[in-house]
């Protein structure tokens, strides 16, 4: 009876290491998956407002050809941009810093966002700065075209992050959907 009782003791023991063992581990993991909900929540974040400056360069860009709206309607919308352009930018900062801990379509997200982002605030700036020099110049072609490269760029921007947002959690609910398989097996 004792010998039994001396057996359990190091099968008591090897599950007390294996607990202990694991717990950084587990924490390690536990943290990361907090990491990546984290940048996760952050990127949809940062394409709600992407999404937000498209429909803006996009509301825009419908005053350019030929309607004759004040520059006031102009000046306010260019406003509108510069304030999501700024929190973009702010926001990007952000990803770009956590980027090293992200999956691998998070990085490329990532990546693809600051060209367009820049192209936008770059076109931004040339619109902004041809009203300060005229108030007329909302009815010129060169007015015109730096709004429609506002607007192309935020599509671009949107669609590149939508895309492969998409992609990385189909993969994510791939990548559940067997290791449900994998577990459903092993029972």
Avoid at 46 to 52: E, M, P, S, V
Avoid at 99 to 119: N, T
Avoid at 124 to 132: D, E, G, K, R
Wanted: charged share 25%.
């Amino acid at each position: 009876m004792l010998s039994a009782k001396l057996r359990t003791v190091p099968s008591a023991l090897t599950v007390l290491l294996v607990a202990v063992l694991a717990a950084p581990a587990f924490a390690e993991i536990s943290t990361t998956n907090a990491e990546h909900l984290r940048l996760a929540d952050q990127l949809a974040d940062f394409k709600r407002t992407a999404f937000d400056m498209r429909r803006e360069a996009d509301t825009l860009k419908s005053f350019t050809p030929g309607k004759r709206l004040h520059w006031q309607s102009h000046a306010y919308m260019l406003e509108v941009l510069k304030s999501h352009v700024n929190d973009m930018g702010k926001a990007l900062e952000e990803l770009e810093a956590l980027k090293l801990s992200a999956r691998e379509g998070h990085k490329i997200a990532i990546e693809r966002s600051r060209p367009h982002l820049v192209s936008v605030a770059q076109n931004l700036t040339q619109a902004i700065n041809l009203v300060q020099e005229d108030r007329n110049s909302v009815y010129w072609g060169e007015y015109g075209e730096a709004v429609s490269k506002i607007y192309a760029h935020a599509d671009a921007l949107l669609t590149n992050i939508d895309t492969i947002l998409d992609y990385e959690n189909a993969r994510l609910r791939f990548d559940n959907l067997e290791a449900d398989a994998v577990s459903a097996g092993g029972n």
